[in-house]
């Protein structure tokens, strides 16, 4: 059975840094496109960045390019979302997500998800 465990979140400071850690278990999931989503309290789960499963390409939501970075090491079975200049409105849950058939850059039809890591930026 395919488990995702995230961990890394927090309590950080407008224009902090923090670095979330997705790691897979029960299977290898090199082969697997991952992704990170989001959901804020009362508004709908939305896509945050997406990663091949080599890595080569990445896809971002136009609210966290340039300030977001998605990478993944196979070789620990591990994706990771490194995300600086944090914002207020950055403040969610953070899931990630993988899929053996397409990029997740929705949260419609993804086969796996972990049980999330929470978020919070302060002003």
């Known amino acids: 059975q395919v488990q995702l465990v995230e961990s890394g979140g927090g309590l950080v400071q407008a224009g902090g840094s923090l670095r979330l850690t997705c790691a897979a278990s029960?299977?290898?999931?090199?082969?697997?496109?991952k992704g990170w989503f989001r959901q804020a309290p009362g508004k709908e789960r939305e896509f945050v960045a997406a990663?091949?499963?080599?890595?080569?390409?990445?896809y971002y939501a136009d609210s966290v390019k340039g300030r977001f970075t998605i990478s993944r090491d196979n070789a620990k079975n591990t994706v990771y979302l490194q995300m600086t200049s944090l914002k207020p409105e950055d403040t969610a849950v953070y899931y990630c997500?993988?899929?053996?058939?397409?990029?997740?850059?929705?949260?419609?039809?993804?086969?796996?998800w972990g049980k999330g890591t929470l978020v919070t930026v302060s002003s």
């Open positions: 997500a993988a899929d053996p058939s397409f990029v997740p850059r929705t949260p419609t039809g993804v086969d796996y």
């Open positions: 029960g299977r290898t999931l090199s082969s697997y496109a």
């Open positions: 990663i091949n499963w080599i890595g080569l390409n990445t």
